[in-house]
């Protein structure tokens, strides 16, 4: 089983739309949690953490379901320049410092 | 806003050629991280640094890979001998301690011919 696995989509939406994307990962041991959006050949950048409670961050809410190891992003009111790759991201826990990052999905937002 | 730079943008180089990428990461972050993405692929872990010494590293780290924090600011990673399969985006990026998202530089593309 993939580390962090996402749909890599993509995900074809009008303008407004409201889209959710999906993720799961494989260790229980995991203690942190973010959703980062990459443009084309540019840099990840980081778009929110995500809590145990959920968090919004204006037309952005994440969640996280520790039982099933499950997050998600959703993305309401879809402006174009969204259209970008989603990438879950996962702290492995304490003892590790690495992020391990899901391939992404996909999402083109259209006029 | 601070940022993470990297240099230089793009570096062409021939197979078995010695590379070296550079980055200045957040100046108050603690954790320093490689990265690289090849193209069309997953961002994959390369090495992670803190506390001037190496805490993790991936499979694709082997020797002959290495990293450095020579004074205060730079972080840099070394390729000894190129070959044609590390043709891709090298991503540094640093966060601070706790629970907190990593922050990453523009990237350096390297392209072995």
């Known amino acids: 089983r993939k580390e962090v696995e996402q749909d890599p989509g993509p995900f074809n939406v009008p303008e407004g739309a409201t889209v959710a994307f999906n993720c799961t990962y494989s260790?229980?041991?995991?203690?942190?949690f973010f959703w980062y959006r990459q443009d084309c050949r540019k840099e990840p950048k980081l778009l929110m953490s995500v809590y145990s409670s959920g968090n919004e961050d204006g037309r952005f809410t994440a969640q996280l379901n520790r039982a099933s190891q499950y997050i998600s992003l959703l993305i309401r009111d879809s402006k174009l320049s969204d259209s970008a790759t989603y990438l879950c991201v996962v702290n492995q826990g304490d003892s590790s410092y690495k992020l391990i990052f899901g391939s992404g999905t996909r999402l083109l937002v259209r006029p | 806003e601070p940022e993470v730079t990297q240099t230089p943008s793009h570096q062409v180089t021939q197979m078995g050629q010695e590379v070296i990428l550079r980055c200045v990461p957040i100046s108050n972050h603690l954790y320093f991280y490689w990265y690289r993405q090849i193209l069309g692929q997953k961002v994959e872990f390369l090495v992670s640094f803190y506390n001037n010494e190496i805490s993790e590293k991936s499979e694709i780290f082997d020797d002959q890979f290495s990293v450095e924090r020579p004074d205060g600011s730079n972080f840099t990673l070394k390729i000894r001998s190129t070959k044609l399969e590390d043709s891709a985006m090298y991503f540094c990026a640093s966060r601070l301690r706790g629970p907190t998202g990593a922050f990453f530089g523009q990237g350096t593309r390297l392209t072995v011919v």
């Open positions: 260790n229980s041991a995991s203690q942190s």
